[in-house]
């Protein structure tokens, strides 16, 4: 594994602006791809990769690693900007997004690209496969932790709920689950569309520990994850209230920008907001 550095919240703050900026660049090249969820998860990503995670960009297939499951598949801007700038491979690959030919997927493709560990799109699916990591780190006795990121527009599929009833039955402790919680989904307001309130009670009655956060906090994510880590014979789950395209004021709240690329004019005025320029 890569020598533990010490990284201020400053700094993952400043690198989580980073990722927010590479993601508006990735898609105005690909002209398609998901900016709102990949920005609202932006500080989530930042703390797992840059300051929590045993990963090594190295060895990205080392045993003992951590691992990380991109469970809303289609957020993978904000991934693989995260993968760039661990070193997992070259930044360049950010503007091959979605090419013919190119390694960087719409959705995340374990085979073609280095530091994933999951291949997700279909949604809930990754949770579940989170579970058979975490079980398998139980059942080979190792220490190692597997993350997962969940939408809230996600757990609107049945196969999550089996996913969260296994979780807690095997008391699968090294699971720790994120909840983007941004209340907008593809089509609206997840309260129009399928209501999932009151997720908190509804996870709690199923056998999780949980805790409802600030989701642009860094310091409030470090601080849950360091809860969950020494919650013991349950999963966590770690609900952070987030913004939907978080960071540039005219897809901020936006169900519109689930899937929507920038044009050149949107584009410049985005990365003038994030701190860039075009």
Known sequence: ???????????????????????????????????????????IMTVLFFDEM???????????????VLSKGHAAPILYSALAEKGFFEKEELLKLRKVGAMLQGHP????????DMS?????????CANGMALAAKLDKKDYNVFALLGDGEIQEGL?????????????DNLIAFLDFNGLQIDGKNDDVMCVKPVDS????????VQVIDGHSVEEIKKAIEIAKDT???????????????????????????????????TKIALKELGGAK
Request: glycine share 10%; aromatic share 6%; with cysteine.
């Open 1 to 43: 594994m890569e020598d533990e550095i010490i990284v201020t919240n400053q700094a993952l703050e400043q690198t989580s602006q980073k990722l927010r900026r590479n993601v508006i660049e990735m898609l105005h090249e690909a002209k398609s791809g998901h900016p709102g969820g990949s920005l609202s998860a932006a500080e």
């Open 54 to 68: 045993r990963i090594d960009k190295d060895n990205p297939k080392d045993p003992n690693r951590d691992r990380f």
């Open 109 to 116: 493709d374990m085979k073609g690209t280095p530091g994933v």
């Open 120 to 128: 997700t799109g279909s949604l809930g699916q990754g949770i579940a």
């Open 160 to 172: 999550v709920w089996e996913a969260f009833m296994f979780a807690a039955h095997y008391k699968l």
């Open 202 to 209: 509804k996870l709690e009655a199923f056998g999780w520990h």
């Open 232 to 266: 013991k014979e349950k999963p966590s789950m770690i609900i952070c209230r987030t913004i939907k395209g978080k960071g540039v004021s005219f897809m901020e709240n936006e169900a519109g920008w689930h899937g929507k690329a920038p044009n050149d004019e949107e």
